[in-house]
């Protein structure tokens, strides 16, 4: 019913800045906080950044200060601007969006693919 598609990825040298956009599309008929993830090689996956349907954000400290999560309502599209990349951004990045997929229904969990971000001199 509804698919996340995640562009923007790729491979950067150290400093440089990539910009992740995440698009929903199906049957939406509400969608609450938006989310990115990441998943580095031997690592657990972690939260990057959120921002609800409101617009209030939240970034893991890591990434404070670099990273800006926006999203655009009408688009239903949640974007991650990446600034002053460094190596230890390399991972595999998803986006997560509660669903609401029918009139009553309740929320749904949806990621998208995954989307590489590599960083490396």
């Known amino acids: 019913q509804v698919q996340l598609v995640e562009s923007g990825g790729g491979l950067v040298q150290p400093g440089e800045s990539l910009r992740l956009s995440c698009a929903a599309s199906g049957s939406i008929f509400g969608i609450s906080a938006m989310a990115w993830y990441r998943q580095a090689p031997g690592k657990e996956r972690e939260l990057v950044a959120d921002?609800?349907?409101?617009?209030?954000?939240n970034y893991a400290d890591s990434v404070k200060g670099r990273f800006t999560i926006s999203r655009d309502n009408a688009k239903n599209t949640v974007y991650l601007q990446m600034n002053s990349l460094k190596p230890e951004d390399t991972a595999v990045y998803y986006c997560?969006?509660?669903?609401?997929?029918?009139?009553?229904?309740?929320?749904?969990?949806?990621w998208g693919q995954g989307i590489q971000v590599t960083v490396s001199s």
């Open positions: 921002i609800s349907s409101g617009g209030s954000t």
């Open positions: 997560n969006a509660p669903v609401r997929v029918a009139v009553w229904g309740g929320y749904v969990d949806y």
